[in-house]
């Protein structure tokens, strides 16, 4: 039981390029979010994903598009990134509904865009 | 939208000391979860302690308690008898009801440093 993985763990692009960072949870998890931290900041909301099949903007979606592949997948994708995208990105989960709503959460992707 | 403020930038304690984060927050919800995260140096989120708003009973999780005033809108973090292995940031995170599905809310952190 791996929980939530990330990748990958680190990754430098330039300025303009695209990618896609990819999240899948193996606890049957109906929920799964994106959230980014910068310095000195706690998350941040990116996107979520109440269930298979809808995704949602947090607080912080411009410059980024999701996608809920399946019920184990999502993926955060940067079309064309920039400077003020250099973050850690976190992916976390939670299986959602009453008593059910801790989040858990991935080990992260460092992302530095020059 | 909900705030959530945690006024302590930094803290530092001697081993073995109690100490007490602080935590605000502002909501008009009535159903929430409260919760306390800790991030060490890994940056790992691991989870410390969660308060059910609905709950008069402050959580407890060994040496981990909270004081939750939901009149105050407070949720204050009690670290007792500090370990070097709680050296790290600790952020406190408001979740409405119900679902949650909608995402944390998180402070800005504290940075605890425990001295040996």
């Known amino acids: 039981n791996a929980g939530v993985t990330q990748t990958p763990k680190f990754q430098v692009l330039k300025t303009g390029q695209s990618m896609t960072l990819q999240c899948a949870q193996d606890?049957?998890?109906?929920?799964m979010y994106w959230y980014r931290q910068d310095p000195g900041m706690g998350l941040r909301l990116i996107y979520y994903?109440?269930?298979?099949?809808?995704?949602d903007k947090g607080e912080v979606p411009n410059g980024y598009n999701v996608s809920r592949l399946n019920k184990r997948e999502f993926s955060l994708r940067l079309e064309s990134a920039a400077p003020s995208q250099t973050s850690v990105y976190f992916c976390a989960s939670t299986r959602g509904g009453a008593g059910q709503e801790t989040q858990y959460f991935g080990p992260g992707t460092r992302l530095l865009v020059l | 939208a909900q705030t959530v403020t945690q006024s302590q930038p930094e803290m530092s304690v001697q081993e073995a000391e109690t100490v007490t984060l602080s935590c605000t927050y502002d909501t008009s919800e009535n159903n929430y979860y409260l919760f306390w995260y800790k991030q060490p140096p890994s940056r790992q989120m691991i989870l410390v302690i969660r308060q059910e708003a609905y709950k008069q009973q402050n959580a407890t999780e060994n040496r981990f308690s909270v004081n939750f005033q939901k009149a105050a809108k407070s949720f204050s973090l009690k670290i007792s008898d500090s370990q070097l292995g709680d050296t790290a940031m600790y952020f406190c995170?408001?979740?409405?009801?119900?679902?949650?599905?909608?995402?944390?809310?998180f402070g800005k952190g504290t940075h605890l440093i425990i001295q040996p």
């Open positions: 995170a408001f979740m409405k009801l119900p679902g949650g599905a909608d995402g944390l809310t």
């Open positions: 606890m049957n998890h109906n929920s």
């Open positions: 994903s109440a269930s298979e099949g809808t995704t």
